[in-house]
Nanobody, 118 residues
């Protein structure tokens, strides 16, 4: 099993920035791909960004391209999501995901709330 714990969410004004972190523990050798999804109230969970083990392959939803950056530090089994130029429509619960392949989805974190005020 792999456990994922997110942190870094909070309340920010539109145009501001936040950095989310997701620390993995357990059988981390069994996962290589990691990523972020989000779910806004009344909406389905949607893909945000993902990253390969090496970090050389990254993928982003069109809605966040140019504003969000995903990265990882395998030495501490952590993936990050730097979110800049935040908009009110970015308000959601953000979930970390991990898996063998991209896009990840075998393991999920508990989620962290991001609220962007306009």
């Amino acid at each position: 099993q792999v456990q994922l714990v997110e942190s870094g969410g909070g309340l920010v004004q539109a145009g501001g920035s936040l950095r989310l972190s997701c620390a993995a523990s357990g059988r981390t050798f069994s996962v290589s791909a990691m990523g972020w999804f989000r779910q806004a109230p009344g909406k389905e969970r949607e893909f945000v960004a993902s990253i390969s083990w090496s970090g050389r392959r990254t993928f982003y939803a069109e809605s966040v391209k140019g504003r969000f950056t995903i990265s990882r530090d395998n030495a501490v089994s952590t993936v990050y999501l730097q979110m800049n130029s935040l908009k009110s429509e970015d308000t959601a619960v953000y979930y970390c995901a991990a898996g063998l392949e991209l896009p990840p989805g075998d393991y999920w974190g508990q989620g962290t709330q991001v609220t962007v005020s306009s």
